[in-house]
């Protein structure tokens, strides 16, 4: 479904980024680890178009894609659940989730039943303000918001961060649900270990913006990945 080749990316005179190669697999999920400051999110930045690439080619489902804005690689079926969750805080929930109709064709402009299957708590909070929720609904909502979309492509960007366990496990139940579809790739960015290597069907550990161990789920010992990701 996503392919990187030899993406590098600069904030400034500093490159972030150096020749990152990667895949990502359509009914599978890929973490992406790594200390803070190794390039995680800067990655996950170049893929949705939220920061221009300074080289490198990405290729989603076949199709070789340019240097593309986030509202392009929206409608080209990536979705992003950014670190921090970035809610509307002022919108209802509802409100919140029809902002994913935005790359949606009208005819296509409704909320789901299955969204509120997934995260029942967001039925019950539709007319509430996004900022009254806990940081773990507004975990929720944010990556119903990105559901809404139909993406190809889920990129998640630190979902278990200041979350309480309970909703950690309620997350991980929903990516493991839309894994079992088959119809969708995702990258998982996440710094609990025992959180992503329980999900992880493959893995890409980075250091100084480079990879510097990748491999599949059975194929690469806990302790070897458990090193490669710690400071």
């Known amino acids: ?3 990187l080749d030899d993406i590098t990316l600069h904030y400034g005179h500093s490159r972030i980024l150096d020749g990152i190669s990667m895949e990502a697999r359509a009914g ?3 973490c992406l680890m790594g200390s803070n400051g190794v ?3 800067s990655l996950i930045k170049a893929i949705a178009g939220t920061h221009p690439r300074s080289g490198g080619q990405v290729t989603l489902d076949g199709e070789a894609l ?4 986030a509202h392009a690689m929206a409608r080209k079926g990536v979705a992003l659940v950014p670190q921090g969750r970035e809610i509307f805080p002022l919108l209802t929930v509802r409100e919140n989730l029809e902002t994913g109709f935005g790359c949606l064709p009208r005819s296509d ?7 509120f299957q997934l995260f029942p708590v967001l039925k019950q ?3 509430r303000r996004g900022g ?3 940081g773990g609904q507004q975990q929720q909502l944010a990556i119903a918001r990105a559901l809404i979309t139909r993406p190809k492509l889920l990129l998640l960007d630190e979902p278990t961060e200041g979350i309480q366990p309970n909703i950690i496990q309620q997350i991980g139940e929903v990516i493991s649900h839309l894994r079992a579809q088959g119809g969708m790739a995702i990258v998982l960015v996440e710094q609990f270990f025992d959180f992503a290597y329980g999900l992880g069907d493959s893995f890409v550990a980075l250091k100084r913006g480079q990879v510097c161990l990748r491999g599949r789920a059975g194929e690469v010992a806990r302790d070897d990945l458990l090193a490669a990701v710690s400071v």
């Open 1 to 3: 479904m996503l392919k």
């Open 39 to 41: 390039g995680k999110t």
């Open 28 to 30: 599978e999920v890929t």
């Open 132 to 134: 009254d929720l806990s």
């Open 109 to 115: 402009w409704q909320v789901p039943e299955e969204m």
């Open 66 to 69: 340019g240097v593309l804005p």
């Open 125 to 127: 909070m539709q007319n």
